[in-house]
């Protein structure tokens, strides 16, 4: 029982380096997401999946991309990383029909000095 | 534009007692969902409670209840009997009926005492 899973849990860059996270979920589940917590801001959605092929901005997309890989991935890349951009990224999971829970991956713990 | 309070950044319970944690959300919309997250040191996420804007019954999860208030906007939960597990950081959330785009609030971290 996999579940939602997240490469890597820790990842240290310098200002300006490239890197992309991966998340795979073996659900067959038609949504994904991205989210970012930062202490006293809750989660925060950057993109979201709502089907394969399909993608979609959320609150604080500036600074990243998505891609849907197929039903099972959904990568996030930083470009550029900031220091703005440390925090902790979540990946998510449901089934689509929006009104069931998420299922969410154990994060990935970024910082960017 | 939605958005989701909570009030009480830390809160704490004596084991065995029962704690309230306050949640308020803003929204003009008729069709939603509100939830309740756990997160455990371990950091991984754990749906508490859910429930829908539409049912006037409170969910209930054993020891875990909500209080909803439609027309206040609020939605608390209370926790019942609290036990050492049940220290962690919790967060409201708020579902908008047609998105998939969940909300959170900023989180409260119970501690609850021995």
């Known amino acids: 029982n996999a579940g939602v899973t997240q490469t890597p849990k820790f990842q240290v860059l310098k200002t300006g380096q490239s890197m992309t996270l991966q998340c795979a979920q073996d659900?067959?589940?038609?949504?994904m997401y991205w989210y970012r917590q930062d202490p006293g801001m809750g989660l925060r959605l950057i993109y979201y999946?709502?089907?394969?092929?399909?993608?979609d901005k959320g609150e604080v997309p500036n600074g990243y991309n998505v891609s849907r890989l197929n039903k099972r991935e959904f990568s996030l890349r930083l470009e550029s990383a900031a220091p703005s951009q440390t925090s902790v990224y979540f990946c998510?999971?449901?089934?689509?029909?929006?009104?069931?829970?998420?299922?969410f991956g154990s994060g990935t713990q970024l910082s960017v000095l | 534009a939605q958005t989701v309070t909570q009030s009480q950044p830390e809160m704490s319970v004596q084991e065995a007692e029962t704690v309230t944690l306050s949640c308020t959300y803003d929204?003009?919309?008729?069709?939603?969902?509100l939830f309740w997250y756990k997160q455990p040191p371990s950091r991984q996420m754990i749906l508490v409670i859910r429930?829908?804007?539409?049912?006037?019954q409170n969910a209930t999860e054993n020891r875990f209840s909500v209080n909803f208030q439609k027309a206040a906007k609020s939605f608390s939960l209370k926790i019942s009997d609290s036990q050492l597990g049940d220290a962690a950081m919790y967060f409201c959330?708020?579902?908008?009926?047609?998105?998939?785009?969940?909300?959170f609030g900023q989180g409260t971290t119970l501690q609850v005492k021995p």
């Open positions: 998510a999971s449901s089934s689509g029909q929006y009104r069931e829970k998420l299922f």
């Open positions: 659900m067959n589940h038609n949504s």
């Open positions: 999946s709502a089907s394969e092929g399909t993608t």
């Open positions: 929204t003009s919309e008729s069709d939603y969902y």
């Open positions: 429930q829908e804007a539409y049912k006037q």
């Open positions: 959330a708020y579902l908008p009926g047609n998105t998939g785009k969940l909300i």
